[in-house]
């Protein structure tokens, strides 16, 4: 008898459909075809003792599984639960005559129990495209299966279960989520909060400023001025993520089975913080079947890189090409894969290898050579696409020691989500720009038009402080969300002079 089950595969962040196709015959054997990797082989062991364990049995009869499209490879532990029922079904120990209304997904324990998959989102998304009627998966995925709405969402812990509801029509209880009701009610209490930092007003507003348009940056200073507690704060000041984009952040961590248990919809902006020894495969994503890496993990978030001088300087540089077109394209021999990686890139540095620059007081000292090899690490490309510089300093003891508490960060981000607002209005009718930091050169051009006095203070530090041409346009996109932030429809010569502050590494004395 023949009967056909229906799973999915995932690429990239899109999902593919997969009829399996069970055959039983005379004689014996068990056969699969269709490109399966080793965790798809190893399953009929697990098959075998999860249904002996519920009272069926794998039949000794000749089986053949048939997963098409077959020059697609399979890989992962996911297809369990589809070729259980698939046999089962095949081989009337049940009856299913509506199994191919379902997409059937879940690993198996031995027990029959089910373990949770990754993807879960993507396959749910494509089989509501598909027509589908539901969706049966483990438990510990349905939240995240249950955002797409007009699919029927069956969480099921084990195999028992799904068995009962074909074969004996008992009803299983579909997951709803109300998605809107679960986004907003995380968003008014980030874990890290503006108003613990002590002193450093004016690098908290830099961090305003870089929230406000989506801008790069780069904190300087000594170990200990606070430079990662700052950025480990940044996310909390961000506008909160639109429903479509938290939508794309949770399809891209439910590809790597990143989505926290019984958790639906994201409502956070990623934070990513890898470590410096990072390759650069998984920085931008890769591997012999693509997976994301850090900079689609951190899409519509924060990619936050410390010590930035200590990454590999080839990890650096695959950097440069998804900053600018904020997605990455994997290519290999047989297919393609693009991830989103639109992020806000926050990088940490000190001055020198010993930590201290120009300090007479410093312990310790670095000589130029050695100030020299450790600056070069961060390539003039990369700072390129960098918009904000700025030196912290170390907090003096009185500040430390003081009571009172700073401004929270529900209070700044007000006023960042007021700024991008209009911005967003700006932007309508201009496709993939929502904020100043995407602008490119004609949009800097219309937008940022400067008056003769500002143009005036522009030339004469750039003159007088040397700064390079690439600063330029980072000096216009800067002054127009400090604009913003005042609600302020013109550049007016106080913007233009805030935002050269902030153009430290361009200076003479720092990179050379």
Not at 449 to 474: I, P, V
Request: proline share 6%; charged share 25%; glycine share 8%.
């Amino acid at each position: 008898m023949l009967v056909k089950v229906y799973g999915s595969a995932v690429f990239g962040v899109e999902a593919t459909t997969i009829t399996v196709e069970v055959n039983i015959d005379k004689g014996i054997g068990y056969h699969l075809v269709g490109l399966p990797d080793n965790a798809i082989r190893e399953s009929s062991f697990r098959i075998a003792a999860a249904l002996q364990n519920n009272s069926y049995k794998l039949p000794g009869k000749k089986i053949t599984v048939n997963m098409a499209p077959a020059d697609l490879r399979k890989e992962g532990s996911a297809y369990d639960m589809t070729l259980a029922l698939g046999i089962l079904a095949a081989s009337s120990q049940i009856k299913a005559p509506k199994i191919e209304e379902y997409i059937i997904m879940g690993e198996l324990s031995l027990d029959g129990s089910l373990q949770p998959i990754k993807g879960a989102l993507p396959i749910a998304i494509k089989a509501k495209e598909e027509g589908f009627k539901g969706f049966i998966l483990p438990k510990q995925n349905a939240k995240e299966a249950a955002i797409v709405s007009g699919l029927d969402v069956y969480g099921v812990e084990n195999i028992t279960e799904v068995i009962e509801f074909f074969d004996q029509g008992k009803k299983l209880e579909p997951t709803i989520v109300n998605t809107r009701e679960e986004f907003y009610q995380n968003l008014e209490h980030p874990e890290f909060d503006f108003a613990d930092v002590k002193g450093q007003e004016s690098i908290k507003r830099c961090m305003e400023i870089a929230a406000a348009g989506g801008h790069n940056i780069i904190l300087i200073g000594p170990p200990g001025s606070g430079k990662t507690m700052l950025a480990k704060r940044l996310p909390s000041i961000l506008p909160p993520m639109t429903l479509h984009e938290a939508l794309e952040t949770t399809k891209i961590h439910s590809v790597v089975g990143k989505v926290r248990e019984n958790v639906g919809l994201m409502a956070e902006r990623p934070f990513r913080s890898p470590h410096h020894t990072i390759s650069d495969v998984a920085l931008v994503g890769g591997g012999a079947y693509p997976q994301p890496g850090e900079i689609s993990l951190s899409h519509n978030g924060i990619l936050f890189l410390d010590e930035l001088p200590e990454f590999k300087r080839s990890v650096l540089e695959v950097m440069r090409q998804p900053l600018e077109d904020r997605e990455v394209t994997i290519s290999r021999a047989k297919f393609t894969v693009t991830y989103p990686s639109s992020f806000m890139l926050v990088a940490s540095m000190n001055p020198s290898p010993g930590g201290y620059f120009n300090d007479p007081d410093a312990p310790v000292t670095s000589s130029p050579a050695e100030m020299q090899r450790y600056l070069s690490k961060i390539s003039g490309p990369l700072l390129d696409r960098i918009d904000i510089h700025i030196e912290v300093t170390p907090v003096p003891f009185e500040k430390l020691s003081d009571e009172r508490r700073g401004e929270s960060s529900v209070k700044i981000r007000e006023r960042v989500t007021r700024a991008r607002e209009n911005q967003t209005l700006r932007f309508k009718d201009i496709e993939h720009i929502h904020y100043n930091a995407q602008m490119g050169v004609r949009q800097i051009r219309e937008f940022c038009k400067l008056d003769d006095a500002s143009k005036q203070l522009l030339k004469t530090a750039m003159e007088r402080l040397n700064l390079s041409a690439r600063a330029y346009d980072r000096i216009l996109k800067v002054s127009r969300t400090i604009a913003d932030l005042e609600n302020s429809e013109k550049i007016n010569g106080e913007h233009i002079s805030e935002a050269i502050q902030y153009r430290s590494l361009d200076r003479d004395g720092w990179l050379g």
